[in-house]
């Protein structure tokens, strides 16, 4: 944000320097509509996505999942009963329906275009309330191990979103991920692999073009957690603490600063500041 901040400065100069000062403030207020689509709509190209065992569904994103409709294995809405951790209340869907299977299974997706993707599988333990219960790895095209030896509850935990992310490219009639790389003829197929411990299953899936950075991502994980621990904490409360008024404004959380997202109308009250000034040094 700092280096189109900048670049905004240079190129006003320039524009003053040699074009007259109302179109230099028009060009200002262009670069900042830019700016502001840029910096919101900053996802990649959706090229397929399917909300697993369950019905169509658009998330917070803009991203529009499919039905699912797999003609074998089994879906299941087992966890419509819980409150799904680290995704919005609107988005919980995706992680509540999911499909299994008693064997190997797994989708097609045609790709007719070449270039980097990003494969985004979502997750959710729903059903065991234990490591090692349910354990199990994710193929592409029948040679590529992209996930090995997922243990959703391991990783998060019962109730908790768990994505995972594998960028992939397409090049030349060959599928690459990372060093590894197989023959590609126009489908990609996303394979869920059984293993001794129960059933594989997959919750929902997308597929971006794009890179890692062009993704959605979920609530960080250790922010989930401290906001389970002051909930719980708020319930441990004895009620006249709970309705207690403290005396005294808010104080702010020094770490709200942190968040990229908060100099967002900072810089667009600087842009709209800059030509404003300028026009007041012409009078």
Same mark, same amino acid.
């Given at each position: ?14 524009? &003053?320097?040699?074009? *007259? ?19 919101? @709509? ?28 797999? *003609? ?23 992680? &509540? ?42 193929? +592409? ?8 030896? +997922? ?29 590894? *790389? ?20 997959? @919750? ?13 991502? +979920?609530?960080?994980?250790? &922010?989930?957690?401290?906001? &389970? ?50 026009? +007041?040094?012409?009078?």
């Amino acid at each position: 944000m700092i280096l189109k901040m900048a670049s905004l400065l240079h190129i006003m100069a320039v524009f &003053q320097q040699r074009f *007259s000062f109302r179109l230099s403030i028009a060009f200002c207020y262009i670069f900042l509509t830019w700016f502001s689509v840029s910096y919101v @709509n900053c996802i990649g190209e959706v090229v397929y996505a399917v909300n697993c065992g369950g019905s169509a569904h658009t998330d917070l994103n803009g991203v529009h999942y499919q039905s699912d409709k797999l *003609s074998f294995g089994t879906p299941s809405d087992y966890g419509k009963n819980l409150q799904i951790g680290r995704v919005a209340p609107a988005d919980q869907i995706l992680y &509540q329906t999911e499909r299994y299977h008693t064997a190997d299974f797994g989708y097609s997706i045609p790709i007719k275009d070449e270039g980097d993707f990003v494969l985004v599988l979502k997750f959710c333990e729903v059903y065991f309330r234990g490591s090692k219960l349910k354990v199990f790895d994710v193929r +592409l095209n029948h040679n590529l191990v992209v996930v090995k030896d +997922l243990d959703i509850y391991d990783q998060v935990g019962y109730g908790i979103a768990h994505d995972e992310y594998i960028p992939f490219k397409i090049q030349n009639g060959q599928l690459k991920v990372g060093s590894k *790389s197989t023959p590609f003829t126009g489908h990609l197929f996303v394979e869920f692999i059984k293993s001794y411990y129960d059933n594989p299953k997959i @919750n929902a899936f997308v597929i971006f073009k794009g890179n890692v950075e062009d993704v959605p991502r +979920l609530q960080p994980l250790e &922010q989930h957690e401290e906001e &389970q621990r002051e909930a719980e904490f708020e319930e441990e409360l004895p009620k006249d603490k709970k309705n207690r008024k403290t005396s005294g404004p808010k104080v702010k959380d020094p770490y709200e600063l942190d968040d990229g997202s908060y100099f967002y109308p900072f810089i667009i009250a600087v842009g709209l500041f800059i030509p404003t000034l300028l026009c +007041l040094c012409k009078l």
